[in-house]
């Protein structure tokens, strides 16, 4: 069953004889070639994402100051960033807002401009002791003259998003964008058969520990993420039919491009930051190749109502929501991507490219993602089960 | 020749002289209807392109105030910057004349500034800011 090996694959590359291709030009060659010779033939297939994802932020070390201050609470151009580590380290999450600016600039314009090179005004406070006597410190830093800058991302790559629609008579504001009323048009996230998980839908090659590209330079999938959920139902092809698994990842933001990381405001709703990431998958064998060639038109989702007053869950496929219109209730509805296609392609092309100029080597999974792992609900209760 | 865009708002039980008719017979107006959503019981409006020389168009706004209709003339654009936008595709569905849309091969933003209604949804959809309405 087994062709070939990630060393193996590698060592191809090294030599600067891989065979790459992204999640979309196999479907040309597995149409021409089968899919047992393209199997043998292609070595790589590529994947991209660039989509908003809430649950991202960046890791600071600023440095001690002369005399050292332990900052218990700092604030980064007048967005709160989490201070309850070390005395000079703070995480800095994309959707916190601005103290004087709210929703027009928060946590993910701050990592945007980190990235850029901009200077950043940093702002804290200390209670003061002994070792570090300093209580208050205003200054500049940018991301040449910190120490460390490392985005670390709970949950990036859901596999399969669903889809969002409004049954009421009023516009709602969400992070799924404006949704008309009266199912006045439907958006989706995803950059569907190019998608990371799509192609690996069962995580055989991706797992703890694989280089992927993230934010424009290479960084690693550290752990599974938030809410993933290996459990969901899924179809034939193993493609999940709804929310499933999720990625933590790591990169170095010092070396990352703000042409694929980008704050983004959703009306009402929030700040967010579009993450581009792009993962390589290895053709180790036929079943690989079969999972890397999935289309639109066999990658499900559900469609629900975000007003939460229908319970709709219609099922539709990536290709019935990318060709602009669906069915809901006997109306043909407009559709709307979130996520960038154009530039998650750019993504798995430029991967292609790294991977062809032997710059991206792969990576076997450290340790492989967990395939079960239930999502519970917050249960709210009045007091402790503990003393009962 | 010059080219305004209007917005002709009708009152709910009006029954008015035929408006089209008199605007292209009697001012020798082209005017290419964008929008409209006219019904006999609720506030109805129509968002045309009217082209003709300024004369014309003066002549002929002044008719529409006469049979007693008020009406805005959309004075701003929607600047798009290009540059800047990253073609997620946000602000597509919801712009009614379909004015934007997404390129189904290339999956570029396609917008027609001819058909824009000037509505601002977009710049309130866009997640980037790169929709702007014109000073």
């Given at each position: 069953?087994a062709?070939?090996?990630?060393e193996?694959?590698?060592?191809?590359?090294?030599?600067?004889k891989?065979?790459?291709?992204?999640?979309?030009?196999?479907?040309d060659?597995?149409?021409?070639?089968?899919?047992?010779?393209?199997?043998?033939y292609?070595?790589?297939?590529t994947?991209?994402?660039?989509s908003?994802?809430?649950?991202?932020?960046?890791?600071?070390?600023?440095?001690?100051?002369?005399?050292?201050?332990?900052?218990?609470?700092?604030?980064?151009?007048?967005?709160?960033?989490?201070?309850?580590?070390?005395?000079?380290?703070?995480?800095i999450?994309?959707?916190?807002?601005?103290?004087?600016?709210?929703?027009q600039?928060?946590?993910?314009?701050?990592?945007?401009?980190?990235?850029?090179?901009?200077?950043?005004?940093?702002?804290?406070?200390?209670?003061?002791t002994?070792?570090?006597?300093?209580?208050?410190?205003?200054?500049?830093?940018?991301?040449?003259?910190?120490?460390?800058a490392?985005?670390?991302?709970?949950?990036?790559c859901?596999?399969?998003?669903?889809?969002?629609?409004?049954?009421?008579?009023?516009?709602i504001?969400?992070?799924?964008?404006?949704?008309?009323?009266n199912?006045?048009?439907?958006?989706?996230?995803?950059?569907?058969q190019?998608?990371?998980?799509?192609?690996?839908?069962?995580?055989?090659?991706?797992?703890?520990?694989?280089?992927?590209?993230?934010?424009g330079?290479?960084?690693?999938?550290?752990w599974?993420?938030?809410?993933?959920?290996?459990?969901?139902g899924?179809?034939?092809?193993?493609v999940?039919?709804?929310l499933?698994?999720?990625?933590?990842?790591?990169g170095?933001?010092?070396e990352?491009?703000?042409?694929?990381?980008?704050?983004?405001?959703?009306?009402?709703?929030?700040?967010?930051?579009?993450?581009?990431?792009?993962?390589?998958?290895?053709?180790?064998?036929?079943?690989?190749?079969i999972?890397?060639?999935?289309?639109?038109?066999?990658?499900?989702?559900?469609?629900?109502?975000?007003?939460?007053?229908?319970?709709?869950?219609?099922?539709?496929?990536y290709?019935q929501?990318?060709?602009g219109?669906?069915?809901?209730?006997g109306?043909?509805?407009?559709?709307?991507?979130?996520?960038?296609?154009?530039?998650?392609?750019?993504?798995?092309?430029?991967?292609?490219?790294?991977?062809?100029?032997?710059?991206?080597?792969?990576?076997?999974p450290?340790?492989?993602?967990?395939?079960?792992?239930?999502?519970?609900?917050?249960?709210?209760?009045?007091?402790?089960?503990?003393?009962? | 020749?010059?080219?305004?865009?209007?917005?002709?708002?009708?009152?709910?039980?009006?029954?008015?002289?035929?408006?089209?008719?008199?605007l292209?017979?009697?001012?020798d107006?082209?005017?290419?209807?964008?929008?409209?959503?006219?019904?006999?019981?609720?506030?109805g409006?129509?968002?045309?392109?009217?082209?003709?020389?300024?004369?014309?168009?003066?002549?002929?706004?002044?008719?529409?105030?006469?049979?007693?209709?008020?009406?805005?003339?959309?004075?701003?654009?929607?600047?798009?910057?290009?540059?800047?936008?990253?073609?997620?595709?946000?602000?597509?569905?919801?712009?009614?004349?379909e004015?934007?849309?997404?390129?189904?091969?290339?999956?570029?933003?396609?917008?027609?500034?001819?058909?824009?209604?000037?509505?601002?949804?977009?710049?309130?959809?866009?997640?980037?800011?790169?929709?702007?309405?014109?000073?």
């Open positions: 069953m062709y070939k090996t990630v193996e694959i590698n060592e191809k590359i090294r030599a600067g891989a065979v790459v291709c992204t999640a979309e030009e196999i479907l060659i597995v149409e021409e070639k089968g899919v047992k010779k393209a199997a043998e292609v070595d790589v297939v994947t991209g994402t660039f908003p994802m809430c649950s991202s932020g960046v890791f600071l070390n600023f440095g001690h100051s002369d005399p050292p201050i332990k900052m218990s609470k700092v604030w980064l151009n007048g967005v709160p960033a989490y201070a309850g580590i070390a005395a000079v380290d703070a995480y999450g994309a959707t916190e807002l601005s103290e004087q600016l709210g929703m600039y928060g946590g993910a314009h701050v990592i945007q401009d980190l990235i850029e090179g901009k200077d950043i005004e940093l702002y804290a406070e200390s209670y003061g002994d070792c570090y006597p300093r209580k208050e410190i205003k200054t500049y830093i940018n991301k040449n003259n910190i120490n460390q490392y985005m670390f991302n709970p949950r990036n859901y596999q399969n998003y669903p889809a969002a629609t409004n049954s009421t008579n009023k516009t504001y969400t992070y799924m964008g404006t949704l008309l009323p199912y006045g048009n439907v958006n989706y996230s995803t950059s569907g190019l998608s990371p998980l799509l192609n690996d839908p069962e995580y055989r090659t991706i797992g703890i520990g694989t280089r992927v590209f993230i934010g330079t290479q960084g690693y999938v550290s599974q993420g938030t809410q993933h959920n290996p459990e969901q899924r179809g034939e092809n193993g999940p039919l709804k499933a698994g999720t990625l933590a990842l790591i170095d933001i010092k990352m491009s703000a042409r694929f990381v980008r704050a983004s405001v959703y009306e009402k709703y929030g700040v967010s930051l579009f993450v581009g990431v792009g993962i390589p998958i290895p053709i180790l064998d036929e079943d690989m190749l999972k890397t060639a999935v289309r639109d038109s066999e990658i499900f989702t559900s469609i629900v109502d975000k007003s939460g007053q229908e319970d709709l869950d219609l099922k539709v496929s290709q929501l990318k060709s219109s669906v069915e809901i209730r109306k043909a509805v407009r559709t709307a991507p979130l996520s960038s296609i154009k530039r998650a392609r750019e993504i798995a092309d430029i991967l292609k490219q790294q991977i062809i100029s032997s710059e991206f080597l792969l990576t076997s450290v340790e492989m993602l967990p395939k079960t792992n239930k999502i519970s609900k917050l249960e709210v209760r009045g007091k402790s089960n503990e003393n009962n | 020749m010059k080219t305004i865009k209007v917005c002709v708002y009708f009152p709910p039980n009006t029954i008015t002289k035929p408006l089209m008719y008199h292209v017979k009697d001012y107006l082209q005017v290419n209807i964008l929008n409209a959503d006219i019904s006999l019981n609720k506030n409006k129509l968002v045309a392109d009217v082209t003709g020389t300024e004369w014309n168009i003066e002549a002929g706004l002044k008719f529409i105030e006469e049979i007693g209709l008020e009406y805005k003339l959309f004075t701003k654009t929607i600047i798009w910057q290009e540059d800047e936008c990253v073609h997620c595709g946000a602000c597509t569905a919801i712009c009614p004349s004015a934007i849309s997404m390129d189904k091969l290339s999956w570029q933003l396609c917008f027609v500034k001819e058909k824009c209604l000037v509505c601002g949804l977009c710049v309130k959809a866009c997640p980037l800011n790169v929709m702007c309405l014109s000073e």
